[in-house]
Protein backbone atom coordinates (compact mmCIF):
# COMPACT_ATOMS: atom_id res chain seq x y z
CA UNK A 1 0.00 0.00 0.00
CA UNK A 2 1.38 3.21 -1.13
CA UNK A 3 1.61 5.77 1.41
CA UNK A 4 1.41 9.90 1.92
CA UNK A 5 4.46 11.57 2.17
CA UNK A 6 5.87 14.43 0.12
CA UNK A 7 8.27 13.23 -2.62
CA UNK A 8 10.75 14.75 -4.81
CA UNK A 9 9.36 14.52 -8.74
CA UNK A 10 11.22 15.97 -12.17
CA UNK A 11 10.13 18.81 -14.01
CA UNK A 12 10.92 18.40 -18.67
CA UNK A 13 11.75 21.21 -20.45
CA UNK A 14 9.99 22.13 -23.88
CA UNK A 15 12.59 20.25 -25.50
CA UNK A 16 12.16 16.75 -26.18
CA UNK A 17 15.46 15.98 -26.47
CA UNK A 18 16.47 17.32 -23.21
CA UNK A 19 17.01 15.42 -19.94
CA UNK A 20 14.65 15.79 -17.06
CA UNK A 21 16.03 18.37 -14.32
CA UNK A 22 15.10 17.46 -10.85
CA UNK A 23 13.13 20.98 -9.32
CA UNK A 24 11.61 20.99 -5.97
CA UNK A 25 8.72 18.68 -4.85
CA UNK A 26 4.94 19.47 -6.43
CA UNK A 27 3.02 17.58 -3.72
CA UNK A 28 1.39 20.42 -2.73
CA UNK A 29 -0.64 21.16 0.85
CA UNK A 30 -3.69 22.44 -1.00
CA UNK A 31 -6.88 21.46 -0.29
CA UNK A 32 -8.21 18.36 -2.82
CA UNK A 33 -11.46 19.50 -4.33
CA UNK A 34 -12.31 16.19 -5.48
CA UNK A 35 -12.16 12.78 -4.25
CA UNK A 36 -9.70 11.92 -6.64
CA UNK A 37 -6.67 10.57 -5.07
CA UNK A 38 -3.18 13.18 -5.09
CA UNK A 39 -0.99 10.42 -7.07
CA UNK A 40 1.85 13.04 -6.59
CA UNK A 41 1.72 12.63 -3.25
CA UNK A 42 2.25 9.16 -2.61
CA UNK A 43 5.31 6.92 -2.78
CA UNK A 44 5.86 2.88 -2.71
CA UNK A 45 8.18 1.15 -1.51
CA UNK A 46 11.13 0.14 -4.22
CA UNK A 47 10.37 -2.46 -7.26
CA UNK A 48 12.13 -5.95 -6.19
CA UNK A 49 15.02 -6.46 -8.47
CA UNK A 50 14.33 -10.23 -8.49
CA UNK A 51 11.14 -9.67 -10.25
CA UNK A 52 11.33 -7.55 -14.05
CA UNK A 53 7.92 -6.83 -13.85
CA UNK A 54 7.68 -3.76 -11.33
CA UNK A 55 6.53 -5.61 -7.86
CA UNK A 56 6.80 -5.19 -4.37
CA UNK A 57 5.22 -6.08 -1.47
CA UNK A 58 2.50 -4.33 0.47
CA UNK A 59 2.80 -3.85 4.47
CA UNK A 60 0.98 -7.37 4.54
CA UNK A 61 3.27 -9.31 2.74
CA UNK A 62 1.10 -9.11 -0.57
CA UNK A 63 2.91 -8.81 -3.59
CA UNK A 64 1.52 -6.04 -6.08
CA UNK A 65 2.86 -5.09 -9.48
CA UNK A 66 1.87 -2.59 -12.01
CA UNK A 67 2.29 -2.98 -15.52
CA UNK A 68 5.73 -3.50 -16.94
CA UNK A 69 4.34 -1.65 -20.33
CA UNK A 70 1.23 0.37 -21.08
CA UNK A 71 0.15 0.52 -24.96
CA UNK A 72 -1.80 4.15 -24.50
CA UNK A 73 -2.45 4.85 -28.08
CA UNK A 74 -4.26 5.39 -30.47
CA UNK A 75 -8.00 4.77 -30.52
CA UNK A 76 -9.02 2.58 -33.98
CA UNK A 77 -5.44 2.63 -34.79
CA UNK A 78 -4.42 -1.07 -34.15
CA UNK A 79 -4.22 -1.17 -30.20
CA UNK A 80 -6.38 -4.14 -29.86
CA UNK A 81 -5.10 -6.36 -32.17
CA UNK A 82 -1.44 -5.06 -31.20
CA UNK A 83 -1.92 -5.75 -27.67
CA UNK A 84 -3.86 -9.41 -28.74
CA UNK A 85 -0.51 -10.31 -30.44
CA UNK A 86 1.84 -9.20 -27.62
CA UNK A 87 0.14 -11.01 -25.32
CA UNK A 88 0.02 -14.29 -27.20
CA UNK A 89 4.28 -14.05 -25.90
CA UNK A 90 4.18 -16.51 -23.49
CA UNK A 91 6.02 -14.65 -20.89
CA UNK A 92 3.61 -11.30 -21.56
CA UNK A 93 0.45 -11.07 -19.36
CA UNK A 94 -2.82 -8.85 -19.65
CA UNK A 95 -4.89 -7.77 -16.97
CA UNK A 96 -8.55 -7.84 -15.86
CA UNK A 97 -9.72 -5.00 -17.79
CA UNK A 98 -11.97 -4.84 -20.80
CA UNK A 99 -10.62 -7.67 -23.52
CA UNK A 100 -7.96 -8.27 -21.08
CA UNK A 101 -6.60 -5.12 -22.05
CA UNK A 102 -8.04 -2.13 -21.17
CA UNK A 103 -8.47 -0.42 -17.53
CA UNK A 104 -9.72 2.56 -18.29
CA UNK A 105 -7.99 3.80 -15.03
CA UNK A 106 -5.59 6.32 -15.66
CA UNK A 107 -7.92 8.55 -17.55
CA UNK A 108 -11.48 8.06 -16.49
CA UNK A 109 -12.32 5.88 -13.97
CA UNK A 110 -10.06 7.68 -11.53
CA UNK A 111 -12.01 10.59 -11.93
CA UNK A 112 -14.92 8.81 -11.92
CA UNK A 113 -16.56 8.83 -15.77
CA UNK A 114 -15.92 7.08 -18.82
CA UNK A 115 -16.73 8.17 -22.52
CA UNK A 116 -19.92 9.83 -22.07
CA UNK A 117 -21.34 9.40 -18.65
CA UNK A 118 -20.51 8.97 -14.45
CA UNK A 119 -19.09 6.33 -12.91
CA UNK A 120 -17.80 5.46 -9.33
CA UNK A 121 -14.30 6.64 -8.46
CA UNK A 122 -11.81 3.78 -8.31
CA UNK A 123 -8.56 4.60 -6.36
CA UNK A 124 -5.00 2.82 -6.78
CA UNK A 125 -5.44 0.03 -5.35
CA UNK A 126 -8.32 -0.97 -7.23
CA UNK A 127 -6.10 -0.38 -10.69
CA UNK A 128 -3.44 -2.76 -9.30
CA UNK A 129 -6.50 -5.13 -8.76
CA UNK A 130 -6.86 -5.21 -12.65
CA UNK A 131 -3.02 -7.08 -12.61
CA UNK A 132 -4.04 -9.86 -9.30
CA UNK A 133 -4.28 -12.70 -11.99
CA UNK A 134 -1.39 -11.41 -13.87
CA UNK A 135 0.72 -10.93 -10.41
CA UNK A 136 0.02 -14.63 -9.59
CA UNK A 137 1.77 -15.84 -12.35
CA UNK A 138 4.71 -13.74 -12.62
CA UNK A 139 5.20 -14.93 -9.15
CA UNK A 140 4.96 -18.51 -10.02
CA UNK A 141 7.48 -21.16 -10.61
CA UNK A 142 6.57 -21.63 -14.00
CA UNK A 143 7.60 -18.03 -14.40
CA UNK A 144 10.65 -18.14 -12.54
CA UNK A 145 13.91 -19.07 -13.43
CA UNK A 146 16.60 -21.24 -11.97
CA UNK A 147 18.23 -18.08 -10.24
CA UNK A 148 15.46 -17.16 -8.63
CA UNK A 149 14.45 -14.31 -11.46
CA UNK A 150 10.60 -13.75 -11.97
CA UNK A 151 10.64 -12.82 -15.85
CA UNK A 152 7.05 -12.70 -17.11
CA UNK A 153 5.60 -9.00 -17.32
CA UNK A 154 2.02 -7.52 -17.62
CA UNK A 155 1.01 -4.80 -19.53
CA UNK A 156 -2.06 -2.19 -20.10
CA UNK A 157 -3.40 -1.49 -23.70
CA UNK A 158 -5.55 1.63 -22.66
CA UNK A 159 -5.60 3.73 -25.73
CA UNK A 160 -7.40 7.04 -24.08
CA UNK A 161 -4.54 7.18 -21.57
CA UNK A 162 -2.69 8.79 -24.36
CA UNK A 163 -5.55 11.56 -24.81
CA UNK A 164 -8.08 11.94 -22.76
CA UNK A 165 -7.01 14.81 -20.20
CA UNK A 166 -10.35 15.80 -19.27
CA UNK A 167 -9.66 15.15 -15.60
CA UNK A 168 -7.01 17.76 -15.45
CA UNK A 169 -9.22 19.49 -13.44
CA UNK A 170 -9.36 17.18 -10.80
CA UNK A 171 -5.87 16.75 -10.51
CA UNK A 172 -5.08 18.98 -7.06
CA UNK A 173 -1.99 20.66 -8.55
CA UNK A 174 -4.30 22.40 -11.30
CA UNK A 175 -6.80 23.59 -8.49
CA UNK A 176 -7.20 27.85 -9.54
CA UNK A 177 -5.56 27.13 -12.94
CA UNK A 178 -7.37 27.95 -16.36
CA UNK A 179 -4.86 25.86 -18.19
CA UNK A 180 -3.41 22.11 -17.54
CA UNK A 181 -0.11 22.04 -15.93
CA UNK A 182 -0.27 18.35 -14.69
CA UNK A 183 -1.56 15.76 -16.85
CA UNK A 184 -1.53 11.66 -17.10
CA UNK A 185 1.96 11.46 -18.46
CA UNK A 186 3.20 13.12 -14.82
CA UNK A 187 1.20 10.76 -12.74
CA UNK A 188 2.32 7.65 -14.09
CA UNK A 189 5.89 8.73 -14.38
CA UNK A 190 5.52 9.41 -10.29
CA UNK A 191 4.47 5.88 -9.82
CA UNK A 192 6.07 3.85 -12.43
CA UNK A 193 8.98 6.17 -13.55
CA UNK A 194 10.83 3.22 -16.10
CA UNK A 195 7.26 2.01 -17.73
CA UNK A 196 7.58 0.94 -21.51
CA UNK A 197 5.38 2.80 -23.43
CA UNK A 198 3.97 2.19 -26.68
CA UNK A 199 2.39 4.19 -28.74
CA UNK A 200 0.56 2.78 -32.20
CA UNK A 201 -0.98 5.96 -34.70
CA UNK A 202 -2.94 5.65 -37.69
CA UNK A 203 -3.84 8.55 -40.23
CA UNK A 204 -6.11 10.88 -39.09
CA UNK A 205 -8.36 11.12 -41.55
CA UNK A 206 -8.96 7.47 -41.78
CA UNK A 207 -8.88 7.08 -37.96
CA UNK A 208 -11.65 9.22 -37.89
CA UNK A 209 -13.56 7.53 -40.39
CA UNK A 210 -13.20 4.20 -38.84
CA UNK A 211 -13.61 5.39 -35.38
CA UNK A 212 -17.16 7.22 -36.73
CA UNK A 213 -18.67 4.13 -37.75
CA UNK A 214 -17.33 2.20 -34.75
CA UNK A 215 -18.98 4.17 -31.89
CA UNK A 216 -22.25 4.10 -34.32
CA UNK A 217 -22.28 8.15 -34.17
CA UNK A 218 -24.58 11.03 -35.33
CA UNK A 219 -25.31 9.40 -38.91
CA UNK A 220 -24.11 6.31 -41.16
CA UNK A 221 -23.29 7.12 -44.51
CA UNK A 222 -20.73 9.28 -45.90
CA UNK A 223 -22.64 12.93 -46.21
CA UNK A 224 -23.91 12.43 -42.40
CA UNK A 225 -20.22 11.82 -41.69
CA UNK A 226 -19.23 15.30 -43.24
CA UNK A 227 -21.81 16.76 -41.23
CA UNK A 228 -20.53 15.94 -38.09
CA UNK A 229 -17.08 16.64 -38.74
CA UNK A 230 -18.29 20.30 -39.79
CA UNK A 231 -19.83 20.91 -36.65
CA UNK A 232 -17.36 19.08 -34.83
CA UNK A 233 -14.98 21.50 -36.26
CA UNK A 234 -17.52 24.58 -35.61
CA UNK A 235 -16.89 23.33 -31.71
CA UNK A 236 -13.18 23.47 -31.79
CA UNK A 237 -12.45 26.65 -33.82
CA UNK A 238 -15.21 28.35 -30.93
CA UNK A 239 -13.14 27.10 -27.91
CA UNK A 240 -9.97 27.84 -29.75
CA UNK A 241 -11.22 32.32 -29.47
CA UNK A 242 -10.35 32.22 -26.26
CA UNK A 243 -8.40 28.84 -25.16
CA UNK A 244 -5.06 27.17 -25.79
CA UNK A 245 -5.38 23.80 -27.92
CA UNK A 246 -4.15 21.63 -25.45
CA UNK A 247 -6.93 23.22 -23.15
CA UNK A 248 -9.74 22.36 -26.14
CA UNK A 249 -8.93 19.17 -26.43
CA UNK A 250 -8.52 18.63 -22.65
CA UNK A 251 -12.25 20.52 -21.65
CA UNK A 252 -15.11 18.30 -20.53
CA UNK A 253 -17.70 20.24 -22.51
CA UNK A 254 -16.17 19.82 -25.68
CA UNK A 255 -15.55 16.15 -25.31
CA UNK A 256 -19.44 15.66 -24.97
CA UNK A 257 -20.17 17.12 -28.15
CA UNK A 258 -17.71 15.15 -30.07
CA UNK A 259 -18.78 11.98 -28.86
CA UNK A 260 -22.09 12.96 -30.03
CA UNK A 261 -20.77 13.75 -33.81
CA UNK A 262 -16.98 13.39 -35.14
CA UNK A 263 -14.26 12.70 -32.39
CA UNK A 264 -12.15 15.03 -34.16
CA UNK A 265 -9.87 15.81 -31.02
CA UNK A 266 -8.25 12.19 -30.82
CA UNK A 267 -6.38 13.17 -34.24
CA UNK A 268 -4.09 16.37 -32.75
CA UNK A 269 -1.46 13.61 -32.24
CA UNK A 270 1.57 16.00 -31.45
CA UNK A 271 -0.20 18.02 -28.87
CA UNK A 272 -0.29 14.50 -27.08
CA UNK A 273 3.24 13.37 -27.50
CA UNK A 274 4.54 16.49 -26.70
CA UNK A 275 2.58 16.15 -23.00
CA UNK A 276 4.35 11.75 -23.10
CA UNK A 277 7.92 13.68 -24.18
CA UNK A 278 8.07 16.42 -21.91
CA UNK A 279 7.95 13.82 -18.74
CA UNK A 280 9.29 10.47 -20.86
CA UNK A 281 12.34 10.03 -22.25
CA UNK A 282 12.55 9.42 -26.01
CA UNK A 283 14.10 6.15 -25.82
CA UNK A 284 11.08 4.94 -23.05
CA UNK A 285 8.49 5.17 -25.95
CA UNK A 286 8.11 2.93 -29.20
CA UNK A 287 6.02 4.89 -31.58
CA UNK A 288 4.47 2.69 -34.36
CA UNK A 289 2.41 3.63 -37.38
CA UNK A 290 -0.71 1.45 -38.30
CA UNK A 291 0.02 1.49 -41.95
CA UNK A 292 3.27 -0.18 -41.54
CA UNK A 293 2.49 -2.52 -38.66
CA UNK A 294 -0.47 -4.03 -41.01
CA UNK A 295 1.82 -4.39 -44.20
CA UNK A 296 4.63 -6.41 -42.04
CA UNK A 297 3.20 -7.36 -38.81
CA UNK A 298 5.75 -10.18 -37.97
CA UNK A 299 9.19 -7.73 -38.57
CA UNK A 300 6.77 -5.66 -35.93
CA UNK A 301 6.27 -8.05 -33.36
CA UNK A 302 10.18 -8.73 -33.40
CA UNK A 303 10.89 -4.84 -32.88
CA UNK A 304 8.14 -4.95 -29.72
CA UNK A 305 9.51 -7.79 -28.33
CA UNK A 306 12.84 -6.47 -28.58
CA UNK A 307 11.68 -2.92 -27.16
CA UNK A 308 10.23 -5.16 -23.85
CA UNK A 309 13.09 -6.99 -23.56
CA UNK A 310 11.33 -10.35 -23.32
CA UNK A 311 12.83 -13.86 -24.92
CA UNK A 312 12.71 -13.59 -28.95
CA UNK A 313 10.59 -16.25 -30.76
CA UNK A 314 11.61 -18.37 -33.52
CA UNK A 315 9.13 -17.95 -36.33
CA UNK A 316 7.75 -21.09 -35.94
CA UNK A 317 7.19 -20.07 -32.38
CA UNK A 318 5.35 -16.79 -33.96
CA UNK A 319 3.39 -19.40 -35.91
CA UNK A 320 2.75 -22.23 -33.29
CA UNK A 321 1.17 -19.02 -30.89
CA UNK A 322 -0.64 -17.07 -33.67
CA UNK A 323 1.29 -14.04 -33.11
CA UNK A 324 1.84 -14.13 -37.36
CA UNK A 325 -1.64 -14.35 -38.11
CA UNK A 326 -2.70 -12.37 -41.10
CA UNK A 327 -6.34 -11.97 -39.89
CA UNK A 328 -6.82 -8.49 -37.76
CA UNK A 329 -9.03 -8.56 -34.74
CA UNK A 330 -11.43 -6.03 -34.54
CA UNK A 331 -12.22 -4.78 -37.82
CA UNK A 332 -14.77 -2.13 -37.64
CA UNK A 333 -16.68 -4.12 -39.77
CA UNK A 334 -19.95 -1.77 -40.23
CA UNK A 335 -17.18 0.58 -42.13
CA UNK A 336 -16.45 -2.25 -44.79
CA UNK A 337 -20.14 -1.44 -45.60
CA UNK A 338 -20.31 1.78 -46.44
CA UNK A 339 -19.24 3.92 -49.41
CA UNK A 340 -15.51 6.54 -49.36
CA UNK A 341 -15.63 9.52 -47.43
CA UNK A 342 -17.15 12.29 -49.85
CA UNK A 343 -13.64 14.07 -51.38
CA UNK A 344 -14.95 17.73 -49.88
CA UNK A 345 -14.80 15.94 -46.77
CA UNK A 346 -11.49 14.88 -46.99
CA UNK A 347 -10.30 18.21 -48.12
CA UNK A 348 -11.21 19.93 -44.98
CA UNK A 349 -10.15 16.92 -42.86
CA UNK A 350 -6.57 17.54 -44.74
CA UNK A 351 -6.41 21.35 -43.92
CA UNK A 352 -6.98 20.59 -40.09
CA UNK A 353 -4.36 17.90 -39.35
CA UNK A 354 -1.51 18.51 -41.66
CA UNK A 355 -0.52 21.31 -39.84
CA UNK A 356 -0.49 19.17 -36.50
CA UNK A 357 1.31 16.00 -38.69
CA UNK A 358 4.08 18.55 -39.68
CA UNK A 359 4.45 18.94 -35.76
CA UNK A 360 4.46 15.45 -35.02
CA UNK A 361 6.68 14.25 -38.13
CA UNK A 362 8.99 16.90 -36.76
CA UNK A 363 8.65 15.95 -32.95
CA UNK A 364 9.76 12.20 -34.22
CA UNK A 365 12.35 13.35 -36.89
CA UNK A 366 10.30 10.54 -39.19
CA UNK A 367 8.60 11.88 -42.31
CA UNK A 368 6.66 8.42 -42.37
CA UNK A 369 4.40 10.39 -39.69
CA UNK A 370 3.06 13.02 -42.94
CA UNK A 371 1.15 10.03 -43.84
CA UNK A 372 1.96 11.40 -47.61
CA UNK A 373 2.04 8.00 -48.71
CA UNK A 374 -1.80 7.51 -47.44
CA UNK A 375 -3.10 10.68 -49.40
CA UNK A 376 -0.82 9.25 -52.97
CA UNK A 377 -3.15 6.49 -52.05
CA UNK A 378 -6.35 8.08 -52.08
CA UNK A 379 -5.28 9.70 -55.18
CA UNK A 380 -4.61 6.97 -57.31
CA UNK A 381 -7.85 5.04 -55.88
CA UNK A 382 -10.07 8.24 -56.83
CA UNK A 383 -8.33 8.42 -60.57
CA UNK A 384 -6.05 11.05 -60.10
CA UNK A 385 -2.60 11.69 -60.90
CA UNK A 386 -1.83 14.36 -57.92
CA UNK A 387 -4.27 15.60 -55.32
Not at 248 to 268: E, P, T, Y
Not at 335 to 350: H, I, Q
Not at 367 to 384: A, E, V, Y
Request: net charge positive; aromatic share 12%; charged share 25%.
Amino acid sequence: MFERTYVKTVHYTESVNQEPQVTKPICISKKNLSNVENLLCVEHPPFMPEYKNPCWRNVNGQLRCLPYFMLVGMDKSGSSDLFDRITKHPDILGNSGILGKETWWWSWMRYGFDLMKAVKIRNFEDYLNFFNNSTRVIDSPAKTDKDGFHFAIAGDGTPMDAWDFRGWTQIPQNNGLKEPKVLTPDLVYHVNKNVKLIIIMRDPIERLYSDYYFLDLAGKSSLAFHSSVVTSIAVLEKCLRAKSMLTCLSDRKNHLAWNKAARIHVGFYSEYIKQWLRVFPRGQILFLRTEDYSADIGSHMDQVFHFLGTRPLTSSEMTSYGIDLKVKKHVTKSKLKKGPMLEKTRALLSSLYDPYNRKLAEILKDDRFLWKDQRSKNCKLQGKVTC
